[in-house]
């Protein structure tokens, strides 16, 4: 199938329905970022359905022709729309970042997953105000955010104080009200893996939850949250272009997202926990146990899963 395939005419692509057209009216970034991201889409479309070729730029942490190419089609395309707007891209866009405003760009998210033919990556693009007299390390507001899965020809939409869209449709966080019925997502680090704690908070949220998924795209863990397909995200040492968008459409949609302290996020937080807000609660309870060391679940010995191997057997 060719990426011509599977999706319209680019154009036509572009143009929004009934609803959105209604939805949009109100909106101020949105309409033309929402046209970039979907550009980018159609690009990397085209490059999953070619096939490219990978290079490391870490120890393990992949780059593809496509997120150089797709990073540089958003930075003109946003340079042409916002002349004004800065640019920070996770490709090494540094553009007018002392303006007021900044667009955090991730133009593949999902790097490892495109690389190896899985499909689960989108575009992503958020926009920061940075009020004159903010300091270097403090945070600006987040005002707009896109979130673009090509294969699915999903669009993630926000702006502050206007609430949250999928595809012109308003979206809002789940109800799940436990922890034990909640459906959970996190993420692990390309490198330095056996310096991320992560794999034993995972064993601990599998035992407490009804499941956690690792899809390998934070960006859409977190819009999954927003619209409700998942209770709640966490992962260690995401950057801003991870997750500008994501957190902005969590809380137009009615969610929470914290530290995993319970503090405010921050754009350089090195932990993220994102909720519908109503299992946040317990769920920091639970990582200030694992951080303490209180009430968690032993891991079995290798005697131990022997013998419960040999008891399952009977």
């Not at 009020?131 to 899965?149: R, S, V």
Request: glycine fraction near 10%.
């Amino acid at each position: 199938m060719t990426a011509n395939e599977l999706a319209p005419d680019c154009e036509e692509h572009l143009s929004p329905g009934p609803a959105e057209s209604s939805a949009a009216s109100a909106l101020v970034w949105v309409p033309k970022a929402a046209q970039i991201a979907q550009q980018a889409g159609a690009r990397l479309r085209e490059f999953f359905a070619q096939g490219v070729e990978t290079e490391y730029k870490g120890d393990v942490d992949l780059v593809t022709v496509a997120d150089r190419t797709v990073e540089k089609l958003i930075r003109s395309r946003l340079g042409e729309a916002f002349p004004e707007h800065g640019v920070y891209g996770e490709e090494g866009t540094r553009e007018r970042l002392e303006g007021e405003f900044r667009w955090y760009v991730d133009p593949l998210d999902g790097t490892t997953n495109f690389a190896h033919g899985f499909p689960q990556f989108c575009v992503s693009m958020g926009l920061e105000r940075r009020p004159a007299g903010l300091g270097a390390d403090e945070d600006g507001t987040l005002e707009a955010a896109i979130i673009y899965d090509p294969l699915r020809q999903e669009l993630f939409t926000a702006e502050r104080g206007r609430g949250a869209w999928l595809n012109g449709k308003p979206i809002r966080v789940s109800t799940t009200s436990t922890l034990s019925e909640a459906l959970l997502a996190t993420g692990f680090p390309s490198r330095k893996r056996h310096a991320n704690p992560n794999i034993h908070f995972y064993q601990e949220l599998t035992l407490r939850s009804h499941g956690v998924r690792r899809a390998g795209s934070a960006a859409l863990d977190l819009v999954y949250v927003a619209c409700g397909r998942m209770d709640a995200f966490w992962e260690f040492n995401l950057n801003p272009w991870d997750t500008a968008a994501g957190i902005l459409l969590i809380e137009e949609s009615g969610g929470r997202v914290t530290d995993f302290s319970g503090n405010h996020y921050r754009l350089d937080s090195r932990e993220v926990l994102a909720s519908n807000g109503l299992i946040h609660e317990e769920l920091l309870g639970l990582f200030s146990d694992m951080f303490a060391g209180r009430n968690l679940a032993p891991i079995p010995t290798p005697q131990e899963f022997a013998r419960l191997r040999v008891a399952g057997g009977k």
